[in-house]
């Protein structure tokens, strides 16, 4: 709301399987097509199954007929052919293309609970799978093709690999788009200690996916002293305002120097378009929400050291609130890098510059994940063959 009365267009897409985006609003949104909220304000709850047909109906035709093949009613190969994942997918995609299309000044992802978005945005990675899962895919494709001309009717048409290999098009494109420099997440906690807790995970997820966070929303504060407004809470509240108290002091130690803004909770529900302007009033005044608040590298390689042999190259990824006892685990496997912190792994493309290293080693120290490489030794070209002519005069 703070952003369209300032003039941007702007667009909100819900990607919560449950909306609520337009309950919140109080106009009731399309599933296909953006719909006017406001001056200047648009909102979308995606349909994934409308995303699903628009991008992926011959993969879904595909798995659907290979049921049916094995003697499973076409109701029910219907239902099996929609693959785990799709929602999430898909809402990336159209995402993607609302941000690109020109129209929209900035858009914003209504996302669902931090266990789904964290899956939402680890599924272009998931999805692309590293040099190693589109290698076997263009063998899988080969193969195909060679299969029809003796008669295999198992083998997909060629729309399935058009179609798989747009997604993986998509998929790259959406894993540089989410970590590019005009994109950032923020975190919204409630004074809770689960909802910390659950928050810091998300924090060093994103870090370790090259994600971005530029600010933290603290919603649904007891509100005490000025911002009561000569209110009274009553005694029977009085240990939780205390208490929301210090879980804030934490959150502004904790993910300091992150910018923390305050929602308190208000006398009644903040529903429709008129009580959420005086909320983002409330809650960010003369901030501009749409610029990007706060950025720091998560990832580099970073400049040799004085004591340094001229081979040694360090490739350091920042991970917050990682802890001594914490299990890492490093790989480097091919071009990529697997890196695998408590229970959130992923594998990251190297930079160039290290193509022609290998991994000597790994320690954490702080925040910091320092990965060292060494140079291997070029091997000598082999000799040239040049070719002797004759002088006329030794002929």
Known sequence: ???AAAGKRVLVISSD??????????????????????????????????????????????????????????????????????????????????????QWDVVILDT????????????????????????????????????????????PDPEFFNEVNQLLDSMNQVSAFLTGENVT???????????????KRAYTFTHIYGLTIDAVVVNKIYPVGDALHGAQLGSYFDYWAKLH??????????????????????????????????????????????QVLYSKKNMWVEERRPTDDPDIRRFVVRIPFLTENEHIEVQRVGMDLYMCVGRIARSVSL????????????????????????????????????????SPASA
């Not at 985006?21 to 409308?50: K, M, W």
């Not at 001309?149 to 083998?155: A, D, E, I, L, T």
């Not at 060494?374 to 004759?390: D, G, I, S, V």
């Open 245 to 290: 108290g210090r879980y804030l002091e934490d959150i502004e130690s904790a993910f300091a120097p992150l910018p923390i803004f305050r929602l308190f909770l208000e006398p009644c529900e903040p529903l429709g378009v008129e009580a959420l302007r005086q909320v983002g009033a409330k809650a960010f005044g003369e901030t501009d929400m749409g």
């Open 17 to 102: 399987p449950a909306h609520s985006l337009g309950d919140v609003f109080q106009v009731s949104l399309s599933r296909t097509e953006p719909t006017p909220i406001a001056e200047n304000l648009f909102g979308l709850e995606i349909d994934t199954l409308y995303e699903a047909r628009r991008n992926m109906g011959n993969f879904e035709k595909f798995v659907s007929e290979s049921y049916e093949k094995r003697g499973i009613r076409s109701s029910v190969a219907s239902e099996l052919s929609t693959q785990p994942g799709l929602d999430e997918i898909f809402s990336l995609v159209r995402l993607h293309r609302e941000a690109l299309s020109g």
């Open 1 to 3: 709301m703070t952003l």
């Open 185 to 199: 997440l923020r975190l919204v906690i409630n004074p809770e200690k689960l909802s910390i807790l659950e928050s």
């Open 112 to 155: 669902s609970p931090t266990g789904n978005t964290l899956r939402l945005l680890a599924y272009p990675e998931l999805i692309v799978g590293g040099s190693t899962g589109k290698k076997l895919f263009r063998v899988y494709q080969g193969m195909s093709s060679m299969m029809k001309p003796f008669g295999s009717s198992n083998g």
């Open 351 to 390: 930079p160039r510059i290290l193509s022609n290293s290998d991994m000597v080693g790994y320690v954490a120290d702080g925040e910091l994940l320092t990965v060292t490489f060494r140079e291997r030794a070029r091997e000598p070209e082999p000799p040239r063959l040049t070719r002797l002519r004759r």
